[in-house]
């Protein structure tokens, strides 16, 4: 049986342990009101330009021809993987990098391009090849961040090296719920000979060509600071919640150890009491 000095330290641990995961709890509670309202203001615009891409693209014609659209028989698969910098987020980055590893082919087939520490340090451990990492913008991403990371994959895709790009984040759905995604960014797809519906007539000036050449790239940027920008409210809800779970199960074990010290305590009282009412009665 521990002494009572032990169970003492075990409460003080469990105490200081819950004042942490509290603390940690009213952080991520207070971020993810500013990181849901700006996924959720960045979501129509996003939902637009994807619209206005896709039918522009659609209504192109056959021979427009442009880098973004180029479809490479040769190379290889690029993920773009977005993860957490920091731990104590329940499932958030194993599942995103579950969800990863499900479309990779093959290790020797596939490259990727990783948000966040945790995905770094998954798949490093793991023996694929990261051609690129971003660390320390998972929480709070900006557009320039994306722009950055847009940039660089579709530099990447230009010079051939890469067949197609893939992303995986997580959406966020609601304060309880978030969902690992995965989306096509290279090369991009019109969907045009799916929508067989009635396209808007667009007058572009100077031309077609260069607008959708302008459009593409931002197309991208957008893109991916909309996927950031879900992720980094996605992490904020998830560590909300475990940190909520990990300070109610403190709440439990403290009452556990509170009811352990004061039946050991008795315990001890009542064992004083035994040998001072038997050396009394040797006493007669």
């Known amino acids: ?49 994807m619209e206005v891409v896709k039918e522009i693209a659609a209504n192109a014609g056959a021979d427009f021809s442009h880098p973004l659209l180029e479809t490479h028989k040769e190379g290889k698969k690029l993920i773009l993987l977005v993860t957490a910098d920091k731990g104590l987020a329940g499932a958030y980055s194993g599942n995103a990098c579950k969800a990863a590893e499900a479309i990779v082919e093959s290790k020797d087939d596939t490259e990727l391009v990783v948000v966040g520490r945790k995905g770094v340090a998954h798949f490093k451990n793991r023996g ?42 997580t959406k966020f759905i609601s304060a309880i719920n978030c969902e690992p995604q995965s989306v096509q960014l290279l090369p991009f797809q019109s969907d045009a000979g799916e929508n067989t519906g009635v396209h808007a007539e667009y007058i572009y000036e100077p031309d077609a060509a260069t607008v959708l050449g302008f459009l593409l790239p931002q ?8 996927a950031l920008l879900q992720s980094a409210a996605s992490e904020l809800s998830s560590r909300m919640n475990a940190m909520s779970n990990a300070t109610d199960n403190a709440e439990e074990l403290m009452s556990k150890l509170d009811l352990y ?18 050396g009394a009665e040797a006493l007669k």
């Open 1 to 49: 049986m521990a002494s009572l000095q032990d169970i003492r330290q075990r409460i003080k641990s469990v105490k200081s342990t819950k004042q942490i995961t509290s603390a940690m709890n009213m952080v991520a509670t207070s971020r993810l009101r500013h990181a849901k309202e700006a996924a959720s203001a960045n979501r129509p615009y996003a939902e637009k330009v």
């Open 128 to 169: 694929y090849k990261i051609a690129e990492s971003y660390i320390g913008i998972s929480e709070r991403p900006s557009f320039e961040n994306a722009r950055n990371i847009a940039d660089d994959i579709v530099e990447r895709f230009k010079s051939g090296q890469y067949r197609e790009v893939q992303m995986v984040y």
């Open 219 to 226: 197309y991208l940027y957008t893109t991916v600071y909309a």
């Open 261 to 278: 010290y004061n039946k050991v305590r008795q315990a001890g009282i009542t064992n004083e009491i035994t040998e001072i009412v038997g």
